[in-house]
């Protein structure tokens, strides 16, 4: 009886830690320390794709990104090339706060992003208007950034409206060497 009272309570908390979902905070201490001033700073290039919530991928597309700080305050100029031709392209004014927290705007960006970097990690929340076959729709990114090295980010996106996810983004992201 001991050991199906045992083997229940195991089920039972791996089915727990299955359903929790991870915070900042468990990386905190990582390393490296992702600074955003330091890393979105120059030149970098980036190779993405949206999957929709089946895993099937619809769009990949390439981004040329230069990044410049003065302070705590920097700009991060995005140009998109798609696929299929289309272009884009996001200018994100972002900020520093002194408790480590970031926030950023954009055009596109419904209200202010807001970002909390621990360890090798940024968790990043915004909510961006899309524009999709004429229409333009208020979709919901909550991105989570993972700096692999001093020169790659890996960053995964999770798309959602009224709660429903929609589908993701996944984006390599590599800083261009300097002069």
């Given at each position: 009886?001991?050991?199906?009272?045992?083997?229940?309570?195991?089920?039972?908390?791996?089915?727990?830690?299955?359903?929790?979902?991870?915070?900042?905070?468990?990386?905190?201490?990582?390393?490296?320390?992702?600074?955003?001033?330091?890393?979105?700073?120059?030149?970098?290039?980036?190779?993405?794709?949206?999957?929709?919530r089946s895993g099937k991928v619809l769009r990949?597309?390439?981004?040329?990104?230069?990044?410049?700080?003065?302070?705590?305050?920097?700009?991060?100029?995005?140009?998109?090339?798609?696929?299929?031709?289309?272009?884009?392209?996001?200018?994100?004014?972002?900020?520093?706060?002194?408790?480590?927290?970031?926030?950023?705007?954009?055009?596109?960006?419904?209200?202010?992003?807001?970002?909390?970097?621990?360890?090798?990690?940024?968790?990043?929340?915004?909510?961006?208007?899309?524009p999709v076959d004429g229409k333009e729709y208020?979709?919901?990114?909550?991105?989570?950034?993972?700096?692999?090295?001093?020169?790659?980010?890996?960053?995964?996106?999770?798309?959602?409206?009224?709660?429903?996810?929609?589908?993701?983004?996944?984006?390599?992201?590599?800083?261009?060497?300097?002069?």
């Open positions: 009886m001991w050991q199906i009272g045992r083997t229940a309570l195991v089920l039972m908390l791996c089915l727990l830690a299955g359903c929790s979902t991870a915070g900042i905070e468990d990386y905190r201490g990582t390393r490296p320390n992702f600074d955003l001033r330091q890393f979105f700073a120059g030149p970098l290039t980036a190779h993405g794709m949206f999957q929709d990949r597309f390439t981004v040329a990104m230069q990044g410049r700080w003065q302070g705590d305050t920097g700009v991060l100029d995005e140009q998109f090339r798609y696929d299929d031709g289309e272009t884009q392209r996001r200018v994100w004014t972002l900020k520093k706060l002194p408790d480590g927290r970031y926030l950023g705007t954009a055009a596109d960006v419904v209200g202010e992003a807001s970002g909390r970097a621990e360890g090798f990690a940024l968790f990043w929340d915004y909510t961006l208007r899309l208020e979709v919901r990114f909550a991105d989570w950034m993972y700096q692999l090295d001093e020169r790659s980010v890996l960053n995964r996106s999770v798309m959602s409206k009224f709660g429903v996810r929609l589908g993701e983004v996944t984006l390599y992201i590599r800083k261009e060497d300097t002069p």
